[in-house]
């Protein structure tokens, strides 16, 4: 199983990085694991100009990644407990969570997604929700493999 967490993030937090590093040596246990970051010129451009233009940036910066099994983190998605997140990892296939970007997702990105979930129904910084996505990944795979970390 091969899993990508994607995020429009501009700078580093070494020691958010650090602990989401962290969870990807422990997720390796079950699965390979990944984070990609991307920001570019066009990303820093559109959020200056307005929400329309930054959400169709993040979507022309996503979209290429769209294979395999797609979930989109988004405040309005569906909230989950961390038994119905864990059946995510039945499949043996390659999952992509994709981390929104300041002003969140176009509805046309959100509509390419098998899933649209929510972690909660507070908004996070994105390094946050990046730290909390990984270790609900973690737990996930720990659940799937009767591991004792859930209990």
């Known amino acids: 199983m091969n899993i990508t967490v994607y995020t429009i993030e501009k700078s580093n937090d070494k020691s958010l990085d650090a602990l989401a590093s962290e969870y990807i040596k ?3 246990r079950f699965a390979k694991a990944q984070e990609v970051k991307i920001f570019t010129k066009q990303i820093a451009l559109a959020q200056t100009i307005g929400e329309k233009e930054a959400r169709a940036s993040y979507t022309k910066a996503y979209e290429p990644f769209l294979k395999g099994y797609n979930i ?11 038994e119905t997140f ?4 039945d499949e043996d296939v390659h999952i992509n969570f994709f ?5 969140g997702f176009d509805e046309a990105f959100l509509g390419q997604t098998q899933k649209i979930i929510s972690l909660s ?16 990944i973690y737990r996930g795979l720990c ?9």
């Open 99 to 103: 981390i929104g970007g300041a002003f």
């Open 86 to 89: 864990s059946l995510f990892f």
């Open 121 to 136: 129904r507070l908004t996070y910084a994105h390094k946050i929700a990046k730290v909390v996505l990984f270790e609900q």
């Open 26 to 28: 422990m997720i390796s």
């Open 143 to 151: 659940i799937k493999n009767n591991h004792p970390y859930h209990k």
């Open 72 to 82: 989109a983190l988004d405040v309005q998605g569906t909230l989950v407990d961390s």
